[in-house]
């Protein structure tokens, strides 16, 4: 018996223990995880307060800059002194090998044409090759009797110069060692190279090049189509139609992608648009660039087919939405976008959810991502326009990256809101604004080197609506109301980042615009 209750009191003192130590290991995990949680919310309110700084820093810029509108001569000094040049004139497409590229249209290299190791530039009317000047011993852009001409004048040009135009005595259907001009269904082999396509797209026949309804097969590369319409003086480039890519992507329309994405998404690497904001810097001022997109988009309201008398549009976006700048006018929101947008549009109701600085990201009070399911249910077209205010704020730290999309990182935040939106709204068309390029990001990036530029909250916005197939009204790579610009400022923009009642205008008319030729 006693021998019975000595194994007893051993089996109760190792439970004991056992016990004991369990609980010691809940206690340290525990107490683990709130110091983790602990540090979290410190540095959380780290950030919110850093934030807050930075909002007060930018009313203050305002203010700097609206003092100055109206003297466009120091306005322009001053915004020349605070820019800062984080805009590269990069490539429209990534470096890729193209196999079996069939295009119909006016201009065309077939019988698989090979170009290495050289840099093709198609920019301002122009075309130029460097390191190689000729494609299966033909010279670039040659006449019909074999010399190099420049406009089609008869005259040779150096080696290095830019051949502009269309070359001299060349037709439709004349051939290149056997490769036709103006063919379709031809090849063309690229490796190693980069494609440039930017400024006015000079083809050969009436300035025009049209690449639609083809097919394009590329392995084991990346290729982006967004902002699928550029207009320029007599010149326009179309892009248009589907291009197929490998492990079932699809990029069609305005660069959405479709199909299996989403289970994709960790794998997504940061999409270029296809003209850049830089680019078109080349080409024409701002605002020059305003004024003629105004001018097309007013003649697309006019020429409209598309009745959006029985919609329903929420307008979900920040301090721009609300029509920031004319708040001390009676009535001031009857000019903001979306109102502007009602009678454009003629559309049934237009909710205007904008609200002064609030972000897409949490970094503050109002986040898109918090509040987008104030949008009411029976919506029937949700445009989210943000990124302005995400942009004074975004550090390394803060943007995050596409593999985690942590909460309070822009990448994940992002995610979340275009993820809810999809799952709530089924139903409602949805689309994502890029935000205009603003002075004031820069101006702040000179005293807070932390800050990345703008342009990679455009990027974001860019590759995640692809992932999510929605579309795009990419405003930042426009050119259009960049107070960059001193005229932009004074004529619409006068603190730098809000419009007044003509700016705000010609906004409203461009987006009304955008989505009649979504629809159409």
């Known amino acids: 018996m006693r021998r019975i209750n000595e194994i007893l009191a051993v089996v109760i003192l190792s439970l004991i223990a056992v016990l004991v130590a369990a609980v010691g290991m809940r206690l340290y995990d525990n107490y683990i995880v709130d110091k983790q949680v602990e540090s979290e919310i410190k540095l959380q309110e780290e950030v919110l307060s850093r934030n807050r700084e930075a909002h007060d820093r930018v009313q203050e810029m305002r203010q700097e800059i609206q003092e100055l509108s109206g003297d466009r001569e120091k306005l322009g000094q001053f915004l020349e002194e605070i820019r800062v040049d984080s805009e590269e004139a990069v490539p429209v497409s990534v470096m890729m090998d193209f196999d079996a590229s ?29 390191e190689a000047e000729s494609w299966s011993g033909n010279t670039v852009n040659p006449s019909k009797d074999g010399s190099r001409t420049d406009q089609g004048t008869g005259e040779k040009t150096p080696d290095g110069d830019t051949l502009s135009g269309r070359a001299s005595g060349w037709q439709d259907g004349d051939t290149i060692s056997g490769s036709t001009i103006g063919g379709s269904g031809n090849r063309i082999s690229v490796s190693e190279n980069r494609v440039s396509v930017s400024g006015n797209m000079a083809g050969v026949s009436e300035n025009r090049v049209s690449v639609s309804g083809n097919m394009a097969s590329v392995s084991e590369n990346r290729m982006s189509v967004s902002g699928n319409m550029t207009s320029v003086s007599d010149n326009s480039l179309s892009v248009s139609g589907n291009g197929a890519v490998s492990e079932n992507t699809t990029i069609s329309g305005n660069g959405t992608l479709s199909g299996n994405m989403l289970d994709l998404l960790p794998k997504l690497e940061m999409i270029s648009p296809a003209v850049t904001l830089a680019q078109r810097r080349q080409i024409r001022s701002s605002l020059e660039e305003t ?119 822009f990448c994940g935040d992002l995610d979340e809101l275009m993820r809810g939106l999809k799952e709530n709204y089924p139903d409602a068309d949805i689309f994502f604004v890029t935000p205009l390029p603003n002075i004031l990001q820069d101006y702040l990036m000179r005293e807070r080197t932390y800050l990345l530029p703008q342009k990679n909250v455009a990027n974001v916005i860019l590759t995640l609506s692809a992932a999510y197939d929605i579309k795009v009204i990419d405003l930042y790579n426009s050119n259009i109301l960049d107070s960059h610009d001193a005229d932009v400022v004074a004529d619409y923009m006068p603190d730098g980042v809000h419009a007044n009642k003509a700016g705000y205008r010609i906004l409203a008319e461009h987006i009304a615009a955008e989505l009649v030729r979504s629809y159409e």
């Open 102 to 130: 069939g295009m119909s249209g006016n201009l065309d290299i077939s019988e698989a044409q090979g170009v290495s190791e050289n840099m093709l530039y198609i920019s301002g009317n122009a075309v130029s090759s460097t």
């Open 291 to 409: 004024l003629l997109v105004n001018w097309e988009d007013q003649a697309c309201l006019e020429e409209r087919c598309v009745d959006f008398s029985g919609k329903k549009i929420a307008c979900l976006g920040d301090s721009i939405t609300a029509a920031a700048n004319l708040e001390g006018e009676a009535g001031y929101l009857s000019y903001s976008y979306p109102a502007v947008l009602k009678e454009l549009l003629g559309a049934e109701e237009v909710y205007n959810l904008g609200i002064g600085g609030s972000s897409i990201g949490r970094y503050w009070s109002d986040a898109f991502v918090e509040r987008y399911k104030q949008i009411p249910e029976d919506t029937d077209i949700i445009i989210v326009m943000g990124g302005t205010n995400d942009g004074f704020c975004l550090s390394e730290k803060e943007f995050g990256n596409f593999t985690e999309r942590r909460p309070w990182t």
